[in-house]
């Protein structure tokens, strides 16, 4: 079992800044990989970034590329996504998730935490 919590949510301007964070605890070894998803109201759920065991190999959706970055703290145990000139269609519930795949299918990860508001407004 994997827990994740996230926190870091909050309201900002557009063109403001965020940093999330995911703690996570349990057998965290069998879920290597961390994603970042999110979804709107009315919208499905959507890849943000993700990022491996060793922070070495990182993505991330077209739409956050070059304002967002993935990254995880040495112990591996939080894992962090900072967002940079937020736009208001950034607006989401940000979800981290946990995966022993490299992958952006939300359907390959099976351990999800509670979710985080962002709200960015114009």
């Known amino acids: 079992q994997v827990q994740l919590v996230e926190s870091g949510g909050g309201l900002v301007q557009a063109g403001g800044s965020l940093r999330l964070s995911c703690a996570a605890s349990?057998?965290?070894?069998?879920?290597?990989?961390m994603g970042w998803f999110r979804q709107a109201p009315g919208k499905e759920r959507e890849f943000v970034a993700h990022i491996n065991w060793s922070g070495t190999l990182t993505s991330y959706s077209d739409s956050v590329k070059g304002r967002f970055t993935i990254s995880r703290d040495n112990a591996k145990t939080t894992v962090f996504l900072q967002m940079n000139s937020l736009k208001p269609e950034d607006t989401a519930v940000y979800y981290c998730a946990a995966s022993n795949q490299i992958t952006a299918r939300a359907t390959a990860y099976d351990y999800w935490g509670q979710g985080t508001q962002v709200t960015v407004s114009s």
């Open positions: 349990g057998r965290t070894f069998s879920r290597p990989v």
